[in-house]
């Protein structure tokens, strides 16, 4: 499969992954997102976790952070398909 590599798409899809960054941060007032993160997937946060999240990451499938402690994820991480408790 060949990948389109237009300046015009490629605008498109980053308003679109700053939107879905925007949005799960404003649903998630213990969440903070980074410029550049990319939710490809879904993102679902349970409990009082305190989640950071660094730029240029991305998530992919579902992931799901549950838990009363806090998280760091690092810069350029891919999640795919993650659980990740944290007490």
Known sequence: MQQINHPFFTFLANLYFEAKRLYYQFRYP??????????KGSLEVAGSVKVVIGSGSR?????????????????NVLLNGSCIGCE
């Not at 213990?30 to 939710?39: D, E, F, P, S, Y």
Request: hydrophobic residues 40%; without cysteine.
């Open 59 to 75: 998530l992919g499938k579902e992931v799901f952070i549950y838990g009363s402690g806090e998280v760091t994820i690092g810069s």
């Open 30 to 39: 213990n969440l903070t997102l980074a410029k550049g993160v990319q939710i």
